[in-house]
């Protein structure tokens, strides 16, 4: 076993303290609710799903939330301009070796264009022994919190948490998890595409309100 130097724990959401916002990646469920990870949501009145080829901040609020493996269950406040794509969660556990495809945008306000990073599943649990998580082979971006890991035929087979600097290690959490705190809510998924693209959103969150990112920053 390879001697780890030290383990730091960061989360992958992003902060623009130039734009006073907290970004982080997320997925729709159904046409109204969707997931990220409860950090990049937390403490902040003005959450939204930002619709980046509309320029649009369609504004939510948390249903549900679990600290321990940080998901946020959302709900839209407003009618979104197209409808959401939703793919099918994995409903069970993956084995030790599964590649997934995270998907994520680390900075949709200055750059519109998703990011893809191949990750295997390494453990199946986390580096402190908790159960909820994979421990991953491969290293996600900031700003990537939330985000959807694709199987190799599409489902999302768990949510981006956070980066371990540790021997190029990061965690996701379980899509077991993810449907979980779906069942204990009521909320039942309605997949209608298989194009996992477009299933990959933006979550923002910020101190004020704002409709249009590029007139309330002038990016």
């Not at 965690?171 to 997949?191: A, F, Q």
Request: charged share 25%; proline share 4%; with cysteine.
């Amino acid at each position: 076993m390879k001697k780890l130097i030290g383990i730091i724990l960061v989360f992958a959401a992003m902060v623009f303290a130039k734009y006073d916002v907290y970004g982080g990646t997320g997925f729709f469920v159904n046409s109204e609710y969707l997931v990220t990870a409860y950090h990049v949501v937390d403490g902040y009145e003005n959450i939204c799903y930002y619709d980046i080829k509309n320029d649009t901040c369609i504004k939510a609020h948390v249903v549900d939330y679990t600290v321990d493996s940080d998901v946020a269950l959302l709900k839209l406040d407003e009618e979104p301009v197209e409808m959401p794509m939703v793919c099918r969660l994995a409903h069970g556990e993956l084995p030790i070796g599964e590649r997934l495809l995270s998907y994520g945008y680390p900075d949709p306000i200055n750059d519109t264009s998703l990011t893809v990073i191949p990750l295997s599943i390494r453990m199946q649990y986390r580096y402190d022994g908790n159960y909820s998580f994979y421990r991953m082979t491969g290293t996600l971006r900031s700003g990537m919190s939330g985000g959807p890991n694709f199987t190799r035929d599409g489902r999302i087979g768990g949510m981006s948490k956070s980066i371990i600097v540790e021997e190029n290690t990061s965690n996701v959490v379980k899509s077991t998890e993810l449907v979980r705190i779906l069942r204990k809510n009521g909320v039942t998924e309605y997949p209608n595409t298989k194009n996992v693209k477009k299933c990959v959103i933006s979550i923002l969150s910020s101190d004020s309100e704002f409709k249009s990112a590029r007139q309330k920053w002038g990016y």
